[in-house]
């Protein structure tokens, strides 16, 4: 397994996901100038219509951007495993609450697919399991909205995410308190409507965590 793993290596040699270079010896998830320069974010983020708490590690611009692009339409699903660990640290940090669940907002079945993976999955499975939490899904998308990004007013995205998601079928939780993850939090219209079916099924609190947060 290790010779098979360094030859791998040799033939895939990995790469920092936000500007591409091939990682030195040494160097684990990223590169050590991207580390350095990569703009942090320092404390809670804005509001989120029903949620707690919005918590993301990253403002999404300059080499960050870049790396979500990777991540979600490049074939980057290797990725996932840096981004939930910042994420995972980002709550630690800043969420003193105590959590029951992990779960994340669903790609349409049909756009997961063609993608090969949901980018939001992955990210949320790897959160639970650096931070020791379960995670299962608790929603599906039953409308295949529009691309989000596409779309430049907070009137335009809310309308488009609208009715778009609902609880699976019996989903309880009563009383329980939810990590709901995304990658990236814009106008939180997405979040928002995720995080309505989450109280809707019985959710006392939820707290929205993604990788980055857009300047509003």
């Not at 703009?39 to 790396?67: H, I, K």
Request: hydrophobic content about 40%.
């Amino acid at each position: 397994m290790k010779l098979f793993r360094a030859l791998l290596g040799l033939l895939y040699p990995p790469k920092c996901p936000f500007c591409g270079r091939i990682l030195e010896r040494g160097e684990e998830g990223m590169c050590a100038l991207c580390e350095g320069i990569l703009p942090w974010t320092d404390g809670p983020g804005g509001p989120v219509e029903g949620c707690d708490a919005c918590l993301s590690p990253l403002w999404y611009r300059d080499g960050v951007r870049e790396g979500v692009h990777r991540y979600k339409f490049n074939g980057g699903a290797t990725h996932a495993a840096l981004f939930g660990e910042l994420m995972a640290q980002c709550l630690s940090d800043r969420w003193d609450g105590t959590v029951d669940l992990v779960t994340w907002a669903p790609l349409h079945p049909k756009r997961k697919k063609r993608r090969g993976y949901d980018q939001a999955e992955l990210l949320a499975r790897r959160v639970g399991e650096v931070a020791g939490l379960p995670a299962a899904p608790t929603l599906e998308k039953i409308r295949a909205a529009g691309e989000q990004s596409r779309l430049r007013t907070e009137e335009e995205r809310r309308a488009n995410i609208a009715g778009a998601y609902r609880p699976l079928p019996g989903l309880d939780l009563a009383g329980k308190r939810v990590v709901l993850v995304d990658d990236v939090v814009t106008t939180g219209s997405t979040l928002g409507e995720c995080a309505a079916c989450l109280r809707a099924a019985g959710a006392d609190t939820v707290v929205a965590l993604t990788l980055a947060r857009a300047r509003r």
